[in-house]
């Protein structure tokens, strides 16, 4: 039994290291002098240093990694929770009353499965004609259509999952649709809303094309501000600081999921009902 113990916790062991290890290299890259990662590609640091998150962290005229991390987290929050305000009465209306069942949810569902690409030169005319080039509201906003596909998804089972029933109940109670909808179907859906907002943050955090295309100095997110620490005055690529810049970016979403972990994995098995 101790062996079969010991087996599995290895394999375990084994796995999640092969599937961490472009973190740990990274991780462990960015704890190096430049002169140490170009003599020593090993996973074993000889002299740790903080030169390089010294180096990320500290404004520059040009490099500002706070402003990057604030562009990402205003423009992934308006990404993660517009789509629920406007999902939610959509997948209500699609499960109680049938209208757009069958066909506007698979067509919207089905959109996230096209190439991003498609919809950048469309978006960036409006954009142009909106004044919304390089403002956090337009990323923003972009960001939720690229999430409103999945956030249907999931917000559509949600309430397929509440019984029929609790509705009825209320509604003979004398609740009227504004007070059943609040009082009843959105705490149930509360667990469903949790793995809603944390899979569209973290989409809307790890988004690239858009924040190349739509912005260019005052809205520019993490994502393509942390390429602009790689470069440097000769043309080369600053390895250790590239790696601490991306430690960096990868943080918020990292912490994110690791805090909400617990709620997202007891929700994705037991349903809306049971939150």
């Known amino acids: 039994m101790k062996l079969h113990l010991a087996l599995r916790w290895i394999v375990f062991a084994f796995v999640a290291l092969i599937m961490n290890f472009p973190v740990i290299a990274t991780f462990i890259t960015a704890l190096k002098s430049p002169s140490e ?11 740790p240093t903080l030169e390089n998150f010294v180096t990320v962290l500290t404004v520059s005229d040009r490099l500002n990694v706070y402003h990057y991390l604030w562009n990402s987290f ?37 959109l996230r499965a096209l190439p991003l690409i498609i919809f950048a030169v469309p978006l960036y005319l409006m954009f142009s004609v909106a004044y919304l080039l390089d403002t956090r509201i337009g990323l923003g906003l972009v960001l939720a259509i690229v999430n409103l596909p999945l956030t249907l998804m999931l917000l559509v089972n ?24 609040g009082r009843v179907v959105l705490p149930l859906c509360r667990p469903a809303f949790i793995t809603t907002f944390v899979f569209g943050f973290i989409t809307a955090w790890n988004e690239f094309l858009f924040g190349l295309i739509l912005t ?12 602009f620490f790689f470069a440097t005055s000769g043309g080369g ?19 994110l999921g690791l805090v909400m972990y617990r709620r997202i994995s007891g929700s994705m ?4 009902v049971k939150g």
């Open 158 to 181: 949600a309430v397929a999952e509440i019984p029929i029933e609790l509705e009825e109940a209320a509604h003979m109670d004398g609740a009227r649709l504004p007070r059943l909808i």
């Open 37 to 47: 990662i170009s003599r020593n590609p090993s996973l074993v640091v000889d002299s």
């Open 237 to 255: 690529v600053q390895w250790g600081v590239a790696a601490a810049v991306m430690v960096v970016a990868a943080l918020p979403p990292l912490i």
């Open 269 to 272: 098995v037991s349903g809306a």
């Open 74 to 110: 205003s423009a992934a929050t308006i990404g993660a929770i517009l789509p629920m305000l406007v999902a939610f009465p959509m997948a209500w209306v699609m499960v109680r009353r049938g209208y757009g069942r069958a066909l506007l949810f698979p067509l919207i569902v089905n």
């Open 216 to 227: 260019t100095q005052r809205a520019v997110p993490m994502t393509v501000g942390a390429s």
